[in-house]
């Protein structure tokens, strides 16, 4: 980092000014630390949806909105999606280093030997209603891991925290086939660990008694390759969420079950499920025009699912790398979606509107990442928790990093006060 320099900050109300520190990151653009701002003059600041504000320092992941620029650790997403695996991209975001290939080894076998669930989660489970939503039972199930996992949880100690870590990551696939089986009503399966990361996951989402499993490899190297592009970004919706919950000291898989449960809404993981259910509701090319028109009309309550981001005002390049995949993935697989060609008709009108370009809204990750989720045969409702076992992994690299903080501060935001001013009670008679 380079050297800080100070703000002067005048408050011609009061005659008060303040010199506020310039905080230098390793790239992008300098932040002011306001911290000295109430004591020195009385003002909070107010930033709806932190639309301006960084929340905390971080060495994890860059992304530069303007170019187009996502970084895990300093390496470009487009080479970690060409070279690397989801696994190495996991140490890569835990450590910080790409793993040698002991490293890498030791690692996935450490992984690998934490997939199992205790027995008793099943009993916990089945208590769900068979139609619940996936995201439900895995917000509550993950949650339930700090209860199995309670008892010599010192969270002072980098290798406990480390342990809390490896289990989430090996856990979550298992969980979250574990709810697929039961909404669907098949038997669980159990994990196998002679296979690899993502090949364990799709036995034990699809895997059935009565006959073995053939995996196709390009559904195995497409789903790891979305997992890649969805492992980390820095401080959005969850991982701000895991963190905020992290900074009170709760128990990690409190943490990542707000996490869970922040990715859920439409607005953020949710979008890859509503993106597929707009495509559906859209139905055919002919008909894009009148949901463009829609999307415009700020009356009907109706958004471009898949459009926009909060950072990304030029390309998002997770969606650049998928759109090229979903075409490879479909002529492989000898898919012929008609899904896709409304896709593309949507994206085309929508790029070529004013609305959306003057306004910067580009197709995001999750406009092409459902197409490809129907093609591999994960269905629907499973989108966000393929999105979640992926970010599981950027959620506990953000934890551990917070966790080893010496300076640490509780996540505790103030607020504009708008409601009544002081008044005196009055006895219910008299109301
Ligand atoms: N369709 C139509 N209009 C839109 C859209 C959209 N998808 N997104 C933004 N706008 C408009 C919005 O109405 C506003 O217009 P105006 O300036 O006239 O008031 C302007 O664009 C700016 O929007 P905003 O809501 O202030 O932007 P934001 O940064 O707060 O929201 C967003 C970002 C991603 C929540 C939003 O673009 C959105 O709702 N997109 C659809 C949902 C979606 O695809 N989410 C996935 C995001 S990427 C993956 C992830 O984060 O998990």
């Avoid at 890569?92 to 490293?103: D, F, I, V």
């Avoid at 008892?151 to 696939?173: F, Q, S, T």
């Avoid at 979903?326 to 004013?354: F, I, Q, R, S, W």
């Amino acid at each position: 980092m380079s050297e800080a320099q100070n703000v002067l900050l005048s408050d011609p109300a009061s005659g008060k000014s303040v010199e506020l520190p310039l905080i230098h990151g390793s790239v992008g653009p300098a932040c002011i630390d306001i911290a000295a701002l109430p004591k020195a003059t009385g003002h909070f600041t107010y930033d709806q949806g932190f639309i301006a504000t960084a929340s905390c320092k971080s060495a994890i992941t860059y992304i530069d909105g303007d170019a187009g620029v996502l970084m895990y650790r300093g390496y470009p997403i487009e080479q970690l999606a060409q070279h690397s695996n989801f696994l190495e991209v996991a140490y890569l975001l835990m450590n910080g280093e790409l793993p040698n290939a002991a490293q890498f080894a030791a690692f996935d076998h450490e992984v690998a030997h934490h997939t199992m669930m205790h027995e008793a989660f099943r009993t916990f489970l089945f208590g769900f209603r068979h139609d619940a939503h996936p995201m439900a039972m895995l917000t509550g199930m993950i949650g339930s891991l700090a209860a199995f996992y309670h008892h010599g949880l010192d969270l002072e100690d980098p290798d406990m925290r480390r342990l809390a870590a490896i289990r989430l990551i090996a856990k979550v696939p298992t969980i979250a086939a574990a709810c697929y089986r039961y909404s669907i009503g098949w038997p669980l399966r159990y994990p196998r660990n002679n296979l690899e990361y993502v090949d364990r996951f799709l036995h034990m989402m699809f895997e059935v008694p009565s006959e073995p499993l053939q995996l196709n490899p390009v559904v195995a190297k497409a789903l790891d390759l979305l997992f890649i592009l969805h492992a980390d970004h820095e401080q959005n919706a969850s991982t701000s969420t895991v963190r905020l919950v992290g900074s009170t000291g709760a128990n990690p898989y409190a943490c990542v079950a707000a996490g869970v449960a922040a990715l859920w809404g439409p607005a953020h993981g949710g979008a890859n499920e509503a993106v597929l259910r707009m495509l559906a509701e859209i139905g055919r090319p002919q008909d894009v025009g009148k949901a463009v028109e829609r999307a415009k009309d700020k009356n009907s309550g109706f958004r471009l699912m898949g459009f926009g981001h909060r950072v990304y005002k030029n390309f998002d390049p997770r969606a650049t790398i998928i759109r090229q995949m979903t075409h490879k993935v479909l002529a492989e697989l000898g898919v012929n979606d008609p899904m896709l060609e409304v896709a593309l008709k949507l994206e085309e009108a929508a790029l070529k509107d004013e609305y959306f370009v003057s306004r910067k809204l580009y197709p995001n990750v999750d406009f092409y990442s459902g197409i490809i989720y129907k093609a591999l045969g994960i269905p629907t409702e499973m989108f966000t928790v393929m999105f979640a076992i992926a970010r599981t992994v950027g959620w506990v690299s953000h934890w551990l990093e917070q966790s080893a903080e010496h300076d640490s501060k509780i996540g505790r935001p103030r607020q504009v006060y708008v409601g009544a001013t002081k008044r005196d009670f009055t006895p219910i008679a008299s109301r």
